[in-house]
């Protein structure tokens, strides 16, 4: 392997994760795909391409890059947790959010926005461990994440109560969703209402950029 492919593989890489981190996500997947291909042997770089890919909402190619991800990846214990994501099998934590979600008497298409959070963030967190010792904890941040994100107005509290959690701990849990996925009102991942609030802001910012440019025209 010659330096120069390291080189421009970790230079690809690095344009990749500025991208992603931007919400560029067509020209990160691009070079994430380049880094891929001039060093198929790095894991990291299917990996991060897989994240991409979930972030765009892709999930069969995130997955297929997880596959090349996995055989390349030397730590069996990061790799066996990837491996479970590709079981049929509901985790705990997938089964506790079905059933307190519907307590809380919240759609169906809202439940399966969950399930799509849960399956994005344990994509996009890489290498860092991902602990779970009390999976009714991340039940209840995800349906709380989802709730907030379709506008509903449910109290943190009714929540802790349902999934049976401190809201202290509750408001933790999801500040790291918030976090780690880049959450925002009414995102277009996870939002499930007919007509999403922020189409009216992206009229508004291309009727405004319109109006700029005729004006230094």
């Keep these: 392997m010659s330096a120069h492919k390291k080189t421009a593989a970790a230079q690809q890489n690095e344009a990749g994760l500025a991208h992603y981190a931007g919400w560029e996500l067509d020209q990160a997947i691009a070079a994430f795909h380049k880094a891929a291909q001039l060093l198929p042997d790095n894991p990291e770089y299917h990996l991060n391409l897989a994240r991409a890919y979930a972030r765009a909402g892709n999930y069969p190619a995130a997955m297929q890059s997880l596959g090349d991800y996995l055989r390349t990846e030397t730590d069996e214990g990061v790799a ?102 880049d959450l925002m009102p009414a995102d277009y991942r996870y939002f499930t209402g007919e007509k999403n609030p922020l189409d009216k802001l992206v009229e508004m910012a291309q009727m405004l950029d319109d109006m700029y440019k005729q004006f230094k025209e």
């Excluded at 349902?162 to 996925?181: A, D, G, H, M, N």
């Design 80 to 181: 066996s947790r990837y491996e479970r994501l590709f079981s049929s099998a509901l985790d705990e934590v997938e089964q506790l959010l079905i059933s307190g979600m519907k307590e809380m008497d919240v759609p169906v298409p809202q439940i399966g926005k969950a399930m799509q959070m849960w399956l994005e963030y344990r994509i996009t967190i890489g290498r860092r461990p991902l602990r779970i010792p009390k999976p009714e904890l991340w039940a209840a941040a995800l349906a709380q994440a989802t709730c907030k994100v379709n506008l509903m107005e449910i109290r943190p509290s009714s929540i802790a109560a349902i999934f049976q959690v401190p809201e202290r701990s509750l408001q933790e849990k999801y500040s790291e969703l918030v976090q780690t996925l």
